[in-house]
């Protein structure tokens, strides 16, 4: 690009290439630089015999470290303060090691200008709940054992080719009516997932969070493994058994903002109002009710980029799922923004401080793992965000399709089967920037949420409760059934380089997620997943079930999302028939409400004997086995280009290959 653009990429390069010199003259590498985790907060020194505890605090008058080790005496145990605002203390074994042990609760009290309050460390690696006073605190977790790690051999690059994710969400993963842990988790939905045939796990809401229902997106302790789930040798368990049944594992983090609560969080920690966080209102969220980073500071660079190196290394991680990307970006955070011109993402309403930030972030995670997998959720389509940063680009791998979902979410709300506009869904499926792989997904958890449905609530309304017996022939049920599954493989087929599933939304969970709240009397009801529907052989959802994974098996096994974008062949209205070609695979999708068409004649790019792969209206996947798949098709010439002749019916997708 040239003029004003040009210039701005490259003073974002030069900004980089500036930090990152400083960062090496300060540490000898961005590497090093992100190990503040093993300076900051409670780590045992084996050479000295005893840990040391230290905090950022710059404004603070004084800390103290509290606990149960000294009967949470708020001045038994002060800190001395460095040139740096960095405040330690060090507590040796001979007078601390009966007393500061596994399990033993502490924290940090805090005296400012403002007053004296007991917080949370800011690098605290456990925090555990009091059932009865709901107070965090921290806990020490210094395990006899370490765990021992079974997947030196794993690699990202051997099983995931293209990414195949199903998002998930550890607490709400059982059927039963409570919180799941990583090991239930571990031994009963990931065997799923290998089946499905999905590669790649990204898991929600790990880093702790005081409150469940915020799905996890309210983080107060970064470096913490959420207790609620279990411990974190457990959630080690978990991942290495991703690893050893051949799922990498992404983690869904949350640098975008920070819970405001001061007791669990870390709002204005030392008291001056703006540590962590900008500040006045530019600290503060206008729709997240939550904090916003200041990325402009170094401490904070190196509190978030130490954060990516913990999780990759202590937990073995294989990639970050980034969470509210737009927000970061912009200084309006996309909150009411229309974007459609070049200005918008090159003005002066970009965050360059949040920019260079995730370029060092980019560049340390390849650094620590470089095959790592970075995903942005990006709804403003920031040009470059998935391009290399030597380009000029942020150096993610992957963004998200944000407006596929909300697209199909549309079409089922406000527009008449019968008026579906083929362009519009070409248009819409097809829409992303040339060399930035996007991930395709037709719901995520946003459509799960309550307050929305998913797509199979949207199509099956009522009858997703009454007619979901094999026996029960209903006309809506069947409606649902079919327009499901030709909605997932469009959006697999056209929407990009990656694909993405929610959990169960793969067999057509009935119901939104809604976590346990005051409203609704703390209920797990709607906080959990309905597995028996697709288990049981008398109901329809496992028809849902077996052509996703059928799907994904064709897709996998032809590197459909690795060959670039589909070819259009045919659209034709009046039909309402859509025909593509993508890797040598024939897509023909029939949206059309009751009209089926046989000896449907249609243009191939090249010439040959055809067979069906799949089927959609297959009986194996609900459908009524109008079509014969084991026939062979054989291309013949007409007007000069070669052609199929097919029997289409309605509601129909078929995928065809040459034989």
Wanted: proline residues 3%.
């Amino acid at each position: 690009m040239a003029g004003p653009v040009r210039a701005e990429l490259l003073a974002r390069q030069q900004r980089l290439e500036q930090r990152l010199a400083e960062i090496t003259q300060q540490c000898g590498s961005l590497s090093k630089y992100a190990l503040l985790h093993q300076r900051l907060g409670l780590n045992y020194d084996s050479r000295r015999r005893g840990y040391w505890f230290r905090e950022w605090a710059p404004a603070a008058e004084a800390l103290y470290l509290i606990g149960d080790f000294n009967g949470w005496d708020r001045q038994a145990t002060p800190l001395q303060r460095g040139n740096d605002g960095m405040w330690e203390v060090f507590l040796a074994d001979k007078d601390y090691q009966d007393r500061l042990t596994h399990h033993s609760l502490y924290k940090v009290h805090v005296v400012t200008a403002k007053g004296a309050k007991d917080r949370l460390p800011a690098t605290l690696r456990r925090a555990v709940q009091d059932e009865a006073t709901k107070d965090f605190a921290g806990q020490v977790w210094r395990p006899a054992t370490p765990y021992t790690w079974t997947d030196q051999k794993f690699r990202i690059s051997n099983v995931v080719r293209e990414p195949f994710i199903y998002e998930a969400h550890v607490g709400m993963a059982l059927e039963e009516g409570r919180t799941g842990s990583y090991l239930e988790f571990a031994e009963q939905i990931l065997p799923r997932i290998q089946a499905d045939g999905y590669n790649c796990l990204q898991l929600m809401a790990v880093m702790e969070h005081p409150y469940y229902g915020s799905f996890g997106y309210h983080v107060a302790n970064f470096f913490a493994v959420s207790s609620r789930f279990g411990t974190p040798e457990e959630l080690k368990h978990l991942i290495n058994e991703a690893h050893r049944r051949g799922i990498a594992v992404l983690l869904d983090v949350v640098h975008s903002h920070a819970v405001k609560n001061e007791a669990e969080g870390l709002a204005d920690f030392d008291g001056s109002g703006a540590q962590y966080f900008h500040a006045g209102a530019r600290g503060n969220h206008p729709g997240w009710d939550s904090k916003l980073f200041d990325y402009s500071k170094p401490e904070v660079q190196q509190f978030l980029l130490s954060n990516l190196r913990y999780w990759l290394e202590e937990f073995h991680f294989d990639g970050f799922r980034f969470d509210g990307i737009t927000s970061m970006l912009y200084h309006h955070h996309g909150e009411g923004v229309s974007f459609g011109g070049y200005d918008q993402y090159f003005g002066p309403e970009v965050d360059d401080d949040a920019i260079l930030y995730l370029q060092l972030a980019a560049t340390l995670v390849k650094e620590v793992k470089r095959s790592a997998i970075l995903i942005a959720e990006d709804m403003s389509g920031m040009p470059g965000l998935c391009r290399p940063i030597a380009e000029g680009g942020i150096g993610f791998d992957y963004r998200l399709a944000m407006g596929i979902p909300d697209y199909w979410i549309k079409l089922l709300k406000h527009t008449r089967d019968e008026d579906w506009n083929l362009h519009d869904l070409w248009y819409t499926l097809t829409n992303r920037r040339e060399g930035e792989k996007t991930v395709a997904y037709a719901e995520s958890h946003d459509q799960a949420l309550v307050g929305d449905k998913t797509l199979a609530h949207w199509l099956l309304d009522k009858a997703i409760y009454e007619h979901m017996r094999k026996d029960d022939h209903n006309p809506v049920a069947d409606r649902g059934i079919a327009l499901h599954k030709l909605i997932r493989l469009a959006t697999l087929s056209l929407g990009g380089e990656a694909y993405l599933n929610f959990i169960g939304n793969e067999f057509g969970h009935p119901e939104w997620v809604d976590f346990p709240r005051e409203g609704n009397n703390w209920s797990h009801h709607f906080a959990r997943r309905q597995w028996s529907l697709a288990d049981n052989q008398d109901l329809k959802y496992g028809y849902l079930l077996r052509f996703d994974q059928v799907m994904l098996a064709i897709a996998k096994g032809n590197r459909l999302l690795a060959a670039g974008p589909a070819r259009q062949l045919n659209v034709d209205s009046e039909n309402q028939v859509l025909i593509f070609e993508r890797d040598g695979l024939i897509f023909v999708f029939s949206f059309h409400v009751d009209r089926s068409v046989p000896n449907y004649r249609f243009t191939v790019p090249t010439p040959g004997r055809y067979g069906i792969v799949l089927n959609s209206d297959d009986a194996e996947f609900g459908g009524f086995n109008r079509v014969d798949a084991s026939i062979t098709y054989e291309t013949f010439e007409e007007d000069g280009v070669h052609k199929l002749s097919l029997y289409v019916t309605n509601r129909t997708a078929l995928v065809l290959t040459r034989t």
